[in-house]
């Protein structure tokens, strides 16, 4: 293994730490935001709404990027500019100042997103092994920093661009020195392979992973929005309980994707995706059955738990069977193409829930996603390698560094 891998890693893994900070310091702070700019409650979720709405269209835009543009030199223009737009939400003086901050989020997050991935499964498929989950196992640490910063700073009652500034003259200087050492995976000529009608098998392919990206991203928005309403109004806990259980999720999600890669490379990733998803379900159905608080906190626990595996595992298989199917220009492309349906879930799951508990009852709307998440057990086949056809430029041999597992990345 070379020095160029170890610290494109390295340097990868800080963005992704990043990113986690930054976006955790968005969507914790969202009622300070709603305040400072006296957004109604009405006006709100068209607000909300908009971030991901033009995430999907900054990952489109990627895609068709990435035949021209390296994803690293994407990724290392779109990471200022989130910090940037973060910033300027905070220090905006109107609700027009707000609206242009989050769009230039939004668009700026779909590439960073889809940039940083790409490079994640190049990355991967260039070591040899699984390393994917141990990125968003940074992604997850600095969402723990980042929500911690956030409480920090409604604690001191802080103004919002008091609260990022410290942070974005810390990170932007850093993560565009630390992008020196970002590695791309292979050139490929994704435009020629679109032309032949490489493109349509390519979403076929990726359309049983497309599912299972929805359906996991709808779980994690159910714990993000709901958990804490299910807790107190559900299940009769505190207002201060009510906040823990999102934190457990959090926790209990870096863990998982920290010890998640060794999983991989000693059972395969069909084994790992079917247990997350097992798991997953089982916390659902614990919350949905809980008689008391903290049944209901061992239930988010297990979420975390089993959650934690799937995106990161859908990315690499995604990335992975294009690259089979149509060289390296087409994983990129897949993994920008999958990467608008972490959205869809994200929109999806949260007014789902709760139109379905309105509607219905909480306990009930927590079935849903369990069935929902249960559904990648049929498509898990879809995770399997082909160990043949598996590898990069850069790797070394693989006989050195996978486990006994058949299908270990």
């Not at 027009?96 to 990355?123: I, K, Q, T, Y």
């Not at 049983?208 to 804490?228: E, H, K, Q, R």
Request: charged share 10%.
């Amino acid at each position: 293994m070379t020095d160029v891998l170890r610290r494109g890693r390295a340097s990868l893994a800080f963005g992704f730490f990043a990113q986690g900070a930054t976006f955790a310091l968005l969507v914790t702070r969202i009622p300070a935001i709603q305040h400072r700019y006296g957004i109604s409650d009405a006006l709100l979720p068209a607000f909300l709404a908009a971030v991901p709405v033009l995430a999907g269209v900054g990952s489109v835009t990627t895609e068709q990027l990435v035949k021209r543009v390296r994803p690293s030199r994407l990724l290392r223009w779109s990471q200022p500019l989130v910090l940037l737009a973060l910033l300027g939400a905070g220090a905006g003086g109107g609700i027009a100042e707000l609206a242009v901050a989050l769009g230039a989020f939004g668009l700026a997050v779909g590439a960073l997103d889809a940039s940083m991935n790409m490079l994640g499964v190049s990355l991967q498929r260039s070591y040899g092994r699984s390393i994917m989950l141990s990125f968003h196992a940074a992604y997850s640490l600095g969402g723990i920093l980042g929500a911690s910063l956030a409480w920090v700073g409604a604690h001191w009652h802080l103004a919002l661009w008091v609260s990022y500034l410290p942070v974005v003259a810390v990170l932007l200087p850093a993560t565009f020195v630390g992008s020196r050492w970002y590695v791309d995976g292979e050139p490929g000529t994704l435009g020629e392979e679109q032309g032949r009608g490489g493109g349509g098998v390519v979403f076929k392919l990726l359309l049983p992973l497309c599912l299972v990206m929805t359906f996991a991203y709808i779980g994690d928005s159910t714990v993000s929005n709901w958990s804490a309403k299910y807790l107190k109004d559900v299940l009769g806990s505190s207002e201060q309980l009510a906040t823990v259980p999102y934190n457990v999720y959090m926790v209990t999600t870096l863990l998982g994707r920290a010890i998640g890669d060794f999983g991989v490379r000693r059972f395969g990733a069909v084994p790992v995706v079917r247990l997350g998803t097992l798991v997953a379900a089982g916390g659902f159905a614990v919350v949905a059955a809980a008689p008391g608080a903290w049944a209901g906190m061992l239930g988010f626990t297990l979420l975390g738990l089993g959650l934690c595996v799937l995106v990161p595992q859908t990315f690499a298989a995604a990335g992975r069977l294009a690259f089979e199917h149509h060289g390296p220009g087409a994983s990129d492309a897949a993994v920008a193409r999958l990467n608008i349906f972490n959205y869809v879930g994200f929109l999806v799951g949260s007014p789902l829930v709760g139109a379905l508990g309105d509607a219905w009852s909480y306990r009930g709307a927590m079935l849903v996603p369990m069935v929902l998440v249960l559904v990648t057990l049929v498509y898990a086949r879809s995770f399997a390698a082909q160990p043949d056809r598996y590898g990069g430029g850069h790797e070394r041999p693989r006989t050195a560094d996978v486990g006994r597992g058949s299908n270990g990345l």
